[in-house]
């Protein structure tokens, strides 16, 4: 982390078209530096078109080179990458990228565990191993190859971190959590604190220790500020590839499927399954002990209160609205049923031919 | 926290008899090294069933012996601890059992105070009070008996944390924070930063020093990633027993009584006092100045934006639908209180015997 | 952080006069050495009132000297000091008034760059830098004159910090992150992790590397535990005098206007406009690639889900209920709209003078 930054340099077209896997139309040696977005784009940078939305923005584009669809390849003249999946191959270039402005090449030019790091003398570290100033590996842990732990980020007794993971700042990992390979988390999230277990007898809350885990399959990636906790009695599960954004909370016992997304703020209450390929919106609550089948889609800020076991579309919420007009709505929708009992006494009534109906019950005035 | 890990050994039921306190029923000289779920038990395990619900999972259990109510006694065979609240002798079995695997046994054996830590030469610390890799305390602190401070936590000036508390890594305690005896602060958490204070003077936003502090009582345990904001004059207060989850936030000058139970991405906006043995479930928000009485509880995601003076249980939100058919209510609800009035209207025409009824006003079409 | 408390001391009214420019009403000789709220105060405090609603409270005050409108300094017989805006006078008196307890005068006093601190070679700070305790500054980081940076935060590579800067404990800035002048930044928060990016290749997720940054205009502060994602490709913008509370999501590429307010745990994804002077309550969620324009006004746990390009005061969800009444209602309104078309075909038959009404459709019924 603490590398000075590396020589900025360009890929040639030939170049990405080998690196990415996709062909190229027109001049390969054009050489790009940087990417955009198609209206941002300038000489010497790449853009992409991914989403057709933009199409009409590829006329005044600047951009040297294109990640484009074939079917879209004759409406342009700069050279591009022709590919059937232009998000994913933006994708993919994005990492290439990432790469001449990272530090990690400079990273073999500077001492691999700082000075200051504090390294318990039982904890074994693979090769090329890179601890953060500050960072703290407790007695026990196990670092594979090639990992990175961020600046005061702790490592928690008896825990085990995969091979080619990055661990950002000030992240916890409590004691014997597992990450498998290539798992990258991001700074300021904990892994591994106690479950929210309490026994109640009659007087105040007993603590239930939280004697389970968390393991963290393959691939998994979690954003800042983020929460997993560790299981009560059996591990709290995250499975290969599973994507979780900033501020999540995954409460103990919970099984996330593989590679489902979680957006940002989301929330999974105790002991909930979730399927696989799943994708869980933004500030998403689901309420604990549930079960939630593969390829489930739940739009953001919806309140998941019963087990869904068909694949499909959820939402639930209202409308913004003016807030006077809101809390007209509001107040009727509190009296919802009694409307609704109301309209269906009246209908009952006229299928009777009973056209003289009496003044409903009243029901409480709205406030 | 750099222990090595204590050997692992057991109890015998007899001595569980003993530690908790209940009589045993069977063969008390089975010793247990674990405790499991009815599912999952098998040999050498102590298992437990609380809820009845499982009950049909007590005949394939192969636990060693279990927690079980005395009414339940004569349907097992195997050895039993009985008792009237089976989830509470749970609750304190686990404690036990955590010791078993915990490393503050070994503590002793370790430096107390890790030399990486920054101890101020004004700050004082009780007998026994260990302090993590990478912790600072500054000055004028007080850390009582037997207290834990975790690696990378801070503890601000002139704050004073009880016995025997236990603050996990990366923990933040601002300036003049008072915490109480046995206190529990997980991983991330932030107590007594500057309340959400601003005047503004037409033109921008004047920030409002925070000049109380937070005051925290006895046996609060606070999760991971939470914050609770020092108030503007008086202080924040968080009462005895208190139980808090994960990324909860308690705005400034809020008062949350004795043995309420807050659930992980709840917030408390400023000023709202919360009343005794509350169970405010999991992503609630309520708003500032309100007053909730004692034992309210409130269900997961729902919005308080009024005060409650009267005990029980209280929703809001929307169910989950498919979301094609959740859009279709959604936008009919935006126009409800026109429905009603329709609805009212009519009902009203035919009260008085007219049945010749006109067309409603149009009211916005649905979008 | 480190420094000892300052001794406290005290203002007269004619220095407050002077330093708060507004007007003094009777003996200006008075001191006094703290500020309180009319129901606490006591003799030597000073006292405001800004909220009519709490003008009873005027009479039994025990305040040695008060705020106040110049139409209410009839009412009183104490000292006054007269502003037009007494919020915003408090809010001024409140800045002076910390300057009493806090720390800052003592710095000087104390080694300005603690020892533990890794501050990078080819790192630049600034006249007058505190750096705290386990503090890291990674190379190429800017630190302006005056700023103060927090023990055990982390300064990523090539950030650059503006002059008067506060950063408490625990923060963790990324790679490349602007900070402008006099922001505050709360322990705990995280700006510049990645944004949450992924392009989905039909097995998994293939990350997106997010190559833009995050650039924060001056006078900005952010609360505890909060996070701002570094762009995409361009950089998330936090333009000057936004104040962010605790617990904020600011997904990647949003651009957030300047003097807007954001409280407690509010979210924005990714790609989102926030225009100028908003205030978005607390736990509110907007959605992705929205635009809402200046002086819009969000209600307290809204879903905002389409732009909004009228200023003005939005709200959506369902009031609070007693849980069974809520029940029912939430019951009725998951078949809403079909309640509306059946109440529209019977209004419909009726006003053609058809009164016999058949049976409506059977809707499922409600579980």
Redesign the interface.
């Known amino acids: 982390?603490?590398?000075?930054?590396a020589v900025k340099h360009s890929f040639t077209l030939k170049e990405l078209s080998r690196l990415l896997d996709v062909p190229v139309q027109g001049d390969d040696t054009i050489s790009v530096d940087?990417?955009?977005?198609l209206k941002?784009a300038g000489p010497g940078t790449l853009s992409f078109l991914?989403n057709p939305r933009y199409a009409h923005q590829l006329a005044g584009c600047r951009a040297s080179a294109l990640i484009l669809h074939p079917d879209l390849a004759s409406s342009v003249t700069v050279p591009c990458l022709l590919s059937r999946?232009p998000?994913?191959t933006?994708?993919?270039a994005?990492?290439l990228?990432?790469r001449l402005?990272d530090?990690s090449a400079d990273q073999a030019h500077e001492p691999l565990i700082?000075a200051?790091a504090?390294v318990?003398a039982?904890a074994r570290l693979g090769r090329d191993v890179s601890v953060?100033?500050?960072a703290?590996i407790?007695?026990?842990a196990v670092i594979g190859d090639g990992s990175r732990i961020?600046?005061?980020s702790?490592i928690?007794?008896?825990s085990q971190v995969g091979n080619d993971v990055v661990i950002?700042?000030?992240v916890?990992l409590?004691?014997g959590v597992h990450l498998g390979d290539r798992c990258?988390i991001?700074?300021?999230?904990?892994i591994g604190?106690?479950g929210?277990?309490?026994?109640?007898?009659g007087?105040?809350?007993?603590?239930?220790?939280?004697?389970g885990s968390v393991s963290i399959g393959c691939?998994v990636?979690i954003?800042?500020?983020?929460?997993v906790?560790r299981g009560?009695?059996?591990d709290t599960v995250i499975e290969e590839?599973v994507?979780i954004?900033?501020?999540v909370?995954i409460?103990h016992n919970c099984v996330v499927g593989a590679?489902t997304?979680i957006?940002?703020?989301s929330?999974l209450?105790g002991s909930t399954l979730v399927g696989r390929y799943c994708v869980i919106?933004?500030?998403v609550?689901i309420?604990g002990h549930l079960s939630i089948c593969d390829k489930v889609t739940?739009?953001?800020?919806?309140?998941?209160?019963?087990s869904?076991n068909k694949p499909?579309?959820?939402?639930?919420?209202?409308?913004?609205?003016?807030?006077?007009?809101?809390?007209?709505?509001?107040?009727?929708?509190?009296?919802?049923?009694e409307?609704?009992r109301?309209?269906k006494s009246?209908?009952k009534r006229?299928?009777h031919?009973d056209?003289?109906?009496?003044?409903?019950a009243p029901g409480k005035s709205a406030t």
């Open positions: 982390m603490t590398g000075s930054r940087g990417l955009a977005t941002r991914s999946a998000y994913v933006y994708a993919r994005s990492q990228f990432s402005t530090d700082h200051s504090v318990s039982t953060g100033p500050q703290v407790e007695s026990g961020g600046a005061g702790v928690g007794r008896d950002y700042p000030n916890t409590y004691h990258i991001h700074a300021g999230t904990v604190a106690d929210f277990g309490f026994a109640f007898d007087q105040r809350s007993v603590k239930i220790a939280q004697l691939d990636e954003g800042a500020g983020s929460c906790d009560a009695l059996d590839g994507k954004d900033n501020q909370q409460g590679h997304v957006c940002g703020c929330a209450a919106g933004g500030g609550g309420t739940i739009s953001a800020m919806s309140m998941v209160s019963q869904i499909g579309l959820y939402s639930s919420g209202t409308l913004l609205q003016e807030s006077s007009q809101w809390k007209r709505n509001a107040v009727t929708l509190s009296k919802l049923s409307l609704s109301n309209f009246l209908e006229l299928q031919g056209t003289t109906v009496p003044a409903s």
